[in-house]
T-cell receptor
Framework: DAGVTQSPTHLIKTRGQHVTLRCSPI?????VSWYQQVLGQGPQFIFQ???????GRGNFPDRFSARQFPNYSSELNVNALLLGDSALYLC??????????????FGPGTRLTVT | AQTVTQSQPEMSVQEAETVTLSCTYD???????LFWYKQPPSRQMILVIR??????QNATENRFSVNFQKAAKSFSLKISDSQLGDTAMYFC???????????????FGSGTQLTVLP
């Protein structure tokens, strides 16, 4: 079975631009979470979606938004890019939110560079 | 809010030796999960081992084991018979055990870069 996939692998954008990152969860998984990992730091939670609804949001500005589609894939959108948005963006999927379904499996990430 | 602290930014170990990575956390929760993730240069975050806080027995996965001290809020990872492929950044992570339907967010430490020397 395929793991979590993310696209694109790398992306270079200019300050002020908009970016869309994509994630496909493991087949059968209904929850997707997004994390931002700045170089030299641990990942920080941005969003979690389950059954197309936002279930949690981290301490990120409104420039960050996301959505989940009926096939459980997800997009992360960032508007008005700042230099500080340069990071590795990780997507993680889990089969659900309750009981044994809490474990999160990560994709390879998208490296975003803002110049 | 929860915090996770990894006080060892870098560590090295000789191949076949044993190494222990430290992690402490701060929380007022009683029910939670703890994880160690490994991130090699390929960037893929890989789950190494998990521990449910309500279980007193320390988790083990082949060469990987943890020392979970709930009262001390300590969660260290021991790697036995270290292999070159163990070279990676290791992250300790915390997750609250919430009611069904609530968000499951991981709080990560800053990581420990482990290098296994031949």
């Amino acid at each position: 079975d395929a793991g979590v996939t993310q696209s694109p692998t790398h992306l270079i954008k200019t300050r002020g631009q908009h970016v869309t990152l994509r994630c496909s969860p493991i087949s059968g998984h209904k929850s997707v979470s997004w994390y931002q990992q700045v170089l030299g730091q641990g990942p920080q939670f941005i969003f979690q979606y389950y059954e197309k609804e936002e279930r949690g949001r981290g301490n990120f500005p409104d420039r960050f938004s996301a959505r989940q589609f009926p096939n459980y894939s997800s997009e992360l959108n960032v508007n008005a890019l700042l230099l500080g948005d340069s990071a590795l963006y990780l997507c993680a999927s889990s089969s659900g939110l309750a009981g044994i379904h809490y474990e999160q499996y990560f994709g390879p990430g998208t490296r975003l560079t803002v110049t | 809010a929860q915090t996770v602290t990894q006080s060892q930014p870098e560590m090295s170990v000789q191949e076949a030796e044993t190494v222990t990575l430290s992690c402490t956390y701060d929380t007022s929760e009683n029910n939670y999960y703890l994880f160690w993730y490994k991130q090699p240069p390929s960037r893929q975050m890989i789950l190494v081992i998990r521990q449910e806080a309500y279980k007193q027995q320390n988790a083990t996965e082949n060469r990987f084991s943890v020392n979970f001290q709930k009262a001390a809020k300590s969660f260290s990872l021991k790697i036995s018979d270290s292999q070159l492929g163990d070279t990676a950044m290791y992250f300790c992570a915390f997750m609250k055990r919430l009611a069904s339907g609530s968000a499951r967010q991981l709080t990560f430490g800053s990581g420990t870069q482990l290098t296994v020397l031949p």
